[in-house]
C-alpha cells in the first residue's frame, strides 16, 4: 500500500496478524454468539464514546470469566515474569527471537488466513508509534478510564525497552487499540475500512469472524516490498474479565511491534499459546530490546539476523543464563 497521508491507499502489501488462542480445558457449552455473516451485511460504525452502551448478551462474558478462572486455577496466567523456575541461557533467547520475530504466525491463501509458521522478514516500526485507544457501544465508562489507564502504562513500558518513542494520541494514530464487544466487532467493517483503506478481505475476515478461542488479535501493516511496520489494529474482547483483558493488551500491543509468531520453546513468554505467562516477561522485553536493536535492520532474513542476535542476547544475559 503507499504510504499513510495520501489520499488512496494500494493493494495492502506485507501483514502480520497474530491472535491469542489459549488451550482449554472442558468447559460447559455456552450459547454460540450470532454467526458474522448475519452483522457484516449492515456494519455500524466505531466510535471513540458513545454515550449510552448497548444492551447485549452476557453469554461470552460469563465463558470468558470462567475459562480465566480455569487457567488461574491451573497456575497460568502468571503475573510474576519468570523467575528461578525459567531460566534461560543466550542460545535459548537467541533461538526464541529467531522463531518470533522472523516467522509469522498466519499465511494468506485462497481461503483466507490459516495458522502456519513461515520464515519471514524482521518487521519493526521505523517511525513513532501513535496510538488510539477506542471502544465499541457496549464499554462502560468506569471500564473505558481503566483500559486507557493500562493501555497508556504499558505503551510507556514497551517505548522504555524498545526505544521506540510510543505516545498515545487521537491525533493522527498509526495503531489502533479497539475495545470491541462481538455484536461492536462484528458491525466494524465500515469502521475498519477507514482506518485502513484497501484493507484486504483476509484481514477483515480475520477480525469480522474472529472464532470464540481466539481471545484476541493484532493486525500490522507494511508498505508493498517494505518490511517497516506503517500501521496496526488490535482488537480486544470487550468481554474479558480483567486479568485476560490486560493479558491481551500486553501481548497484542507488544506483537504489534514486531514479535509476530509464538513458540512452545518460548519460556517465560507470553508468545507461547500454552498461557503460562500473562503478562510480559523479562524474556520477552529482552528480546524487544533485541528486535529494536540498531544492528539489527528491517528486512533481514534469519541467516542475516540470527547471528548479530547471538550477540546481542550475550551481550543481554551476560555470557550466560539468565
Not at 454515550?51 to 448478551?57: L, S
Not at 500491543?253 to 513468554?269: E, F, K, M, T, Y
Request: hydrophobic fraction near 40%; charge should be negative.
Amino acid at each position: 500500500m503507499t504510504v499513510w497521508g495520501g489520499s488512496l491507499w494500494g493493494v495492502l502489501g506485507l501483514m502480520a496478524l497474530t491472535a491469542c488462542t489459549p488451550a482449554l480445558s472442558p468447559q460447559p457449552e455456552p450459547v454460540p454468539p450470532t454467526p458474522p455473516q448475519a452483522r457484516v451485511e449492515t456494519p455500524t460504525p466505531i466510535t471513540p464514546i458513545i454515550a449510552q452502551p448497548i444492551p447485549q448478551d452476557d453469554t461470552l462474558r460469563i465463558y470468558y470469566k470462567r475459562l480465566e478462572n480455569d487457567l488461574v486455577n491451573r497456575g497460568l496466567l502468571r503475573t510474576d515474569g519468570g523467575g528461578p523456575d525459567t531460566p534461560f541461557t543466550d542460545t535459548q533467547l537467541t533461538r526464541n527471537f529467531v522463531r518470533i520475530a522472523l516467522f509469522d504466525e498466519y499465511i494468506s491463501d485462497a481461503n483466507g488466513l490459516r495458522a502456519s509458521p513461515t520464515e519471514s522478514k524482521l518487521r519493526r516500526w521505523e517511525q513513532p508509534v501513535r496510538m488510539s485507544v477506542q471502544f465499541g457501544a457496549s464499554t462502560s465508562a468506569e471500564q473505558r478510564v481503566k483500559d486507557k489507564a493500562n493501555v497508556t502504562a504499558f505503551a510507556q513500558r514497551l517505548s522504555r525497552i524498545s526505544g521506540l518513542p510510543i505516545s498515545q494520541t487521537d491525533n493522527d494514530p498509526n495503531y489502533f487499540v479497539l475495545f470491541l464487544s462481538e455484536n461492536d466487532r462484528l458491525g466494524s467493517e465500515a469502521r475498519l475500512r477507514q482506518i485502513v483503506p484497501g484493507i484486504a478481505q483476509s484481514s477483515l475476515r480475520a477480525i469480522l469472524a474472529l472464532p470464540r478461542d481466539q481471545l484476541c488479535i493484532v493486525v500490522a501493516f507494511s508498505e508493498p516490498g517494505r518490511s517497516e511496520y506503517t500501521k496496526a489494529v488490535a482488537v480486544i474482547r470487550d468481554e474479558h474479565p480483567d486479568l485476560m483483558r490486560k493479558s491481551c493488551v500486553h501481548e497484542e500491543l507488544a506483537q504489534g511491534l514486531g514479535l509476530a509468531n509464538d513458540s512452545p520453546a518460548a519460556r517465560p513468554s507470553i508468545f507461547n499459546d500454552d498461557e503460562e505467562f500473562g503478562l510480559l516477561t523479562t524474556h520477552d522485553e529482552l528480546l524487544l530490546k533485541m528486535l529494536y536493536d540498531k544492528r539489527l535492520s528491517s528486512g533481514m532474513d534469519a541467516a542475516q539476523a540470527a547471528p548479530i542476535a547471538k550477540i546481542i542476547a550475550t551481550e543481554l544475559t551476560g555470557g550466560g543464563a539468565s
